[in-house]
């Protein structure tokens, strides 16, 4: 599948997410990911997954801080080694309320994912393929800067002045950096006929590239 493939599936997963937040407002966010789960599903079985080691339903991957993490997407190969998992999230409005509960469910997803992988909690061949998806709203609210709440002690300077989409743009370009994600998206939208990329890095076409890039390197197992 070439970049422009992805763009035509990524325009329809950026429609199918607004038509979804508009018809059932208050659903949980996976409805409204629905789309972006099926393009990840597609990149899979073209990259030779067959449809039987791809699970979007009771994802659960052992723990080492807790007993199990449900993840939104897990691919095992037929031997039952794990692959790869993927987490979705979205996020829009009430930014001040959440972006932090993102930026802790995100480093401690992983935290536990890697240190259970060190711990042999789960089989798997080789170092398995962890990916974070997030789509953040695109609007005033979101691209106004933010001050920054300094009583005891100065935050770092990057932070001075940035806005909730700057901040999630640290956050998933530092994901990579700091190693807690093979690859992680952030998809910025503010209707369904708009989205962008924050920075090449995290793009979804970055993504998607590492994800088949993964899978086509361990075929041999499926």
Known sequence: MKNQDYDTLIKKAVNDFWETRKVQKGVLAGKQLDSFIALLRKVAKESGVPNECIHEKNGHVPGYFRATKEWDMVITTPKGNLA????????VGSYGNNLNNRVEESIG?????????????????????LGYFIVVGDDETSRHPVKVNNPLFSARREFD???????YTILCQRLILEHKYNAVALLATADKAHYRSLAESISVISFLQSFKGYLSGIKDEF
């Open 84 to 91: 790869a998992a993927i987490e979705l999230k979205s996020q």
């Open 109 to 129: 997803s992983a935290e536990d994912f890697w240190t259970a992988f060190r711990e042999k909690s789960f089989t798997s061949t080789q170092t398995p393929w």
């Open 161 to 167: 002045g940035a806005s909730y989409l700057d901040r």
